[in-house]
C-alpha cells in the first residue's frame, strides 16, 4: 500500500500520540526508585493485649457506690429507757423475758394462742426492738387488750390480732394476721404510727397505719397515758392501766 506524504504524516502523529499517552501510563504505575516511599505495616495485637482490652471493658467505675440492702434502712436512734417510772412509748425495755413469760403464765397457765407464751413474749421483744418501742409495755397493753389471751370479746383467738385493732364494738372483729409474729408487728407499728414519723423499717402490716399518720401529720404522742380516748374510746384510765400492768411484770 502506497502512502502520499502527507497519509505518512498523519499516521506518524498518530502513532507518536499514542506512544506518549502509553508512557504517561506507564509511568504512573511503576515505581520511581528515586521518589522514596513509606509503606503502613498493619500490626496485630498480641495475645496478652487482647486479654488486657477484654478485662479493661469490665473495669469497675472508681468512686461508684455498691448498693447494699442492709443499708437501706433508715438509721435511728433509741433513748434508753433507766427508769421505771419513765412513760414513754419509745424506748428499751427494762423487764426480761422471762419476767414476761412468768407474768402471763401466773395469770393464765392456758393462754389461747398459736405458739408458746415464750414464742409470743419473744416476738414482741424482736418487734418492739426493732421499731423503737417498748416491748415489755407494748406486751403488757397485749395482756389488757386480751385478757390475758382469754379473749371472751369480738375478738377471736384465729385473728391472731393482740391489740384490738379495726375492733370498734357490736360484734366488729377488726383485722385479721396471717401468723402470731406479724399480728406482734402490725401491733408494734400501730403504737409507731402514733409516736414517730419515722417510717417502720419492715413492710407496714398494719392496715391503720397510714390513716393515723395522715390524721397526726407532724404531731405524735409521747407516753401511754396519751393513748387515753385515742386508742380506747372512752379509755380514760387506759395508758394509766397498761402501766399498772408493766410495773406488776417487773415484780415477778
Known amino acids: 500500500m502506497k502512502f502520499s506524504k502527507i497519509g505518512r ?3 506518524a502523529a498518530l502513532l507518536g500520540a499514542f506512544a506518549f499517552s502509553i508512557s504517561i501510563s506507564a509511568d504512573a504505575r511503576i515505581h520511581d526508585p528515586k521518589i522514596e516511599t513509606k509503606s503502613v505495616e498493619r500490626k ?13 471493658k469490665f473495669k469497675p467505675v472508681e468512686n461508684r457506690e455498691v448498693f447494699n440492702p442492709f443499708e437501706t434502712q433508715e438509721k435511728f436512734s433509741v433513748p434508753q429507757t433507766v427508769s421505771t417510772s419513765d412513760t414513754s412509748i419509745i424506748g428499751t425495755p427494762i423487764a426480761t423475758q422471762q419476767q414476761c413469760v412468768k407474768y402471763l403464765l401466773r395469770n393464765n397457765p392456758h393462754p389461747n394462742l398459736k405458739v408458746s407464751a415464750e414464742e409470743i413474749v419473744a416476738y414482741y421483744y424482736e418487734e418492739g426492738s426493732r421499731e423503737g418501742i417498748r416491748p415489755d409495755v407494748a406486751f403488757a ?7 390475758f389471751f ?19 364494738g357490736g360484734g366488729v372483729k377488726g383485722e385479721f394476721f396471717a401468723t402470731p409474729q406479724i399480728g406482734v ?9 402514733y409516736s414517730s414519723t419515722r ?6 402490716v398494719d392496715p391503720r397505719y397510714s390513716l393515723v399518720r395522715q390524721a397526726y401529720g407532724s404531731r405524735t404522742l409521747g407516753t401511754w397515758q396519751d393513748l387515753n380516748g385515742r386508742w380506747a374510746v372512752p379509755g380514760r384510765y387506759y395508758g394509766q392501766e397498761i402501766l399498772s400492768m408493766y410495773k406488776d411484770i417487773l415484780i415477778q
Open 199 to 204: 417510717k417502720p423499717t419492715l413492710p407496714v
Open 185 to 193: 408487728r402490725a401491733h408494734i407499728q400501730h403504737l409507731l404510727a
Open 150 to 168: 382469754r379473749y371472751g370479746g369480738d375478738v377471736i383467738p384465729e385473728q391472731n390480732n393482740y391489740c384490738g385493732l379495726g375492733t370498734t
Open 9 to 11: 504524516f498523519v499516521t
Open 44 to 56: 496485630l495485637p498480641t495475645l496478652r493485649e487482647r486479654v488486657s482490652e477484654t478485662m479493661n
Open 141 to 147: 397493753q397485749a395482756l389488757k387488750e386480751t385478757g
